[in-house]
């Protein structure tokens, strides 16, 4: 069974920090790219951020470049993104989600996880 279970979420304070966790079961872990998005309501969903188990290339958007990492536990088959100085406009739904090899466009990405909530105080 090929799943995606994500982690983590819940309420902070602005500046605060939370760990999201993406745990990855069913499928060859190095041979994809796992990926953070987010969705708040009436905006669209974006890439935050993705690590490619392939070719360790990483990928941060511009709005949480500086304050969010992204590792992985290979052994755990488990990726982690560490969120830092948070802002109420991190407020979203975060999902993980994996791709075949490589970060890439949210269409590439055929497994997804149900999410968990991230709700930033101001």
């Known amino acids: 069974e090929v799943q995606l279970q994500a982690s983590g979420g819940g309420l902070v304070q602005t500046g605060g920090s939370l760990r999201l966790s993406c745990a990855a079961y069913?499928?060859?872990?190095?041979?994809?790219?796992i990926a953070w998005f987010r969705q708040a309501p009436g905006k669209e969903r974006e890439a935050v951020s993705c690590?490619?188990?392939?070719?360790?290339?990483?990928y941060y958007s511009d709005s949480v470049k500086g304050r969010f990492t992204i590792s992985s536990d290979n052994a755990e088959k488990t990726v982690y993104l560490q969120m830092n100085n948070l802002k109420a406009e991190d407020t979203a739904r975060y999902f993980c989600?994996?791709?075949?090899?490589?970060?890439?466009?949210?269409?590439?990405?055929?497994?997804w996880g149900q999410g968990t909530q991230v709700t930033v105080s101001s």
């Open positions: 069913g499928f060859t872990f190095e041979h994809h790219a």
């Open positions: 690590i490619s188990r392939y070719d360790g290339a990483v």
């Open positions: 989600a994996a791709a075949p090899y490589y970060c890439s466009g949210s269409g590439n990405y055929g497994y």
